[in-house]
């Protein structure tokens, strides 16, 4: 089990990174689904990895895209290629679940 977090912990630590950076700018879930908007550059409601990728250096994150696309699998619960905002939402703050679903919601 330490082997395989071990060897995962790029991913972990990206995704730590991501969620520390949302906190400290104090961003808010409103604020996360105007973000989400502007970076869905084809208006599709999805992002794709590149898409995605360009949100990092908003948190000024700059990490390997290899660990930013493992982090990107991450969200994409579905695995169709990309990341509602429910998917994205649910991976930054999962221990917020029902109250994001409510957002969530409004996005739709």
Same mark, same amino acid.
């Given at each position: 089990?330490?082997?395989? $977090?071990?060897?995962?912990?790029?991913? +972990? =630590? +990206?995704?730590?990174? +991501?969620?520390?950076?949302?906190?400290?700018?104090?961003?808010?879930?409103?604020?996360?689904?105007? &973000?989400?908007?502007?970076?869905?550059?084809?208006?599709?409601?999805?992002?794709? #990895?590149?898409?995605?990728?360009? #949100? +990092?250096? &908003?948190?000024?994150?700059?990490?390997? %895209?290899?660990?930013?696309?493992?982090?990107?699998?991450?969200?994409?619960?579905?695995?169709?290629?990309? $990341?509602?905002?429910?998917? #994205? =939402? &649910?991976?930054?703050?999962?221990?917020?679940?029902?109250? &994001?679903? %409510?957002?969530?919601?409004?996005?739709?």
């Amino acid at each position: 089990a330490f082997a395989k $977090v071990w060897d995962d912990r790029e991913r +972990l =630590l +990206l995704l730590e990174q +991501l969620r520390r950076g949302i906190k400290r700018a104090g961003y808010t879930p409103e604020d996360l689904l105007a &973000m989400f908007r502007s970076l869905d550059r084809n208006g599709d409601g999805n992002l794709c #990895f590149e898409e995605f990728r360009d #949100f +990092l250096p &908003m948190l000024r994150i700059n990490k390997s %895209s290899e660990a930013a696309f493992r982090v990107f699998k991450t969200f994409d619960d579905d695995g169709q290629g990309s $990341v509602d905002f429910r998917e #994205f =939402l &649910m991976g930054v703050f999962p221990a917020q679940r029902y109250y &994001m679903a %409510s957002i969530c919601r409004q996005s739709g």
